[in-house]
């Protein structure tokens, strides 16, 4: 804390003005933990509510334009015939950056509508709840019952998938790196 005769001596420092003195004596006795004394006041420049962001105001950008090289982009504008054949020609095999297909068949078919299709009838068949625990809502996964990587001929049949909840499905056999302690004739048997 400040001592009399520090606070004596800036105050005759600053020639007895006490406001200078009242600033000086808030920067000597702030602690560690205390709080600001400008916490939730405005900002010095918007002290006068003239500059702050007021609910169903205009943002100072909406109705302007982008411009891009010269030409006006509206919002949802589609591209050229030339920019899209400009996509076509530098896709995959004819790209620069070409690592020769590198990506993993399952994680292809993961990608593809049919996958996503086959993913909400399986939620939308189970109600979006967990078969095991009865969670509704939330993250859930659809679970192949027999496994994706073994059956292939099964990836798309939604009688061979489940709605789990996360902590279910890490619960379950089939579940990531356990998938490699099992062989395709443990699942012929049941």
């Not at 000086?24 to 916490?39: E, I, L, P, S, V």
């Not at 962001?53 to 982009?73: A, C, D, Q, S, V």
């Not at 798309?156 to 062989?183: P, S, V, W």
Request: one cysteine or more; charged letters at 25%.
């Amino acid at each position: 804390m400040i001592q009399g005769n520090k606070l004596s001596i800036r105050f005759h420092a600053v020639g007895g003005d006490r406001k200078v003195v009242f600033f000086y004596w808030q920067k000597m006795a702030f602690t560690k933990g205390q709080t600001a004394w400008n916490k939730g006041l405005p900002a010095p420049w918007a002290r006068n509510n003239h500059q702050t962001f007021k609910k169903g105001h205009k943002t100072w950008n909406e109705g302007k334009h982008i411009y891009l090289g010269g030409k006006r982009i509206e919002k949802g504008q589609h591209l050229s015939p030339k920019t899209e054949f400009k996509n076509e020609t530098t896709a995959g095999e004819k790209n620069v950056n070409w690592k020769g297909g590198i990506t993993p068949i399952n994680e292809k078919i993961r990608k593809t509508n049919e996958y996503r299709i086959w993913r909400i009838a399986v939620f939308e068949r189970d109600n979006y709840t967990c078969q095991t625990c009865g969670q509704v809502g939330g993250k859930l996964h659809a679970d192949h019952i027999k496994p994706f990587s073994l059956f292939p001929e099964l990836r798309f049949a939604i009688d061979n998938g489940r709605t789990l909840c996360i902590e279910c499905h890490k619960q379950t056999d089939t579940y990531l790196n356990k998938m490699n302690n099992y062989k395709k004739g443990a699942y012929l048997i049941g």
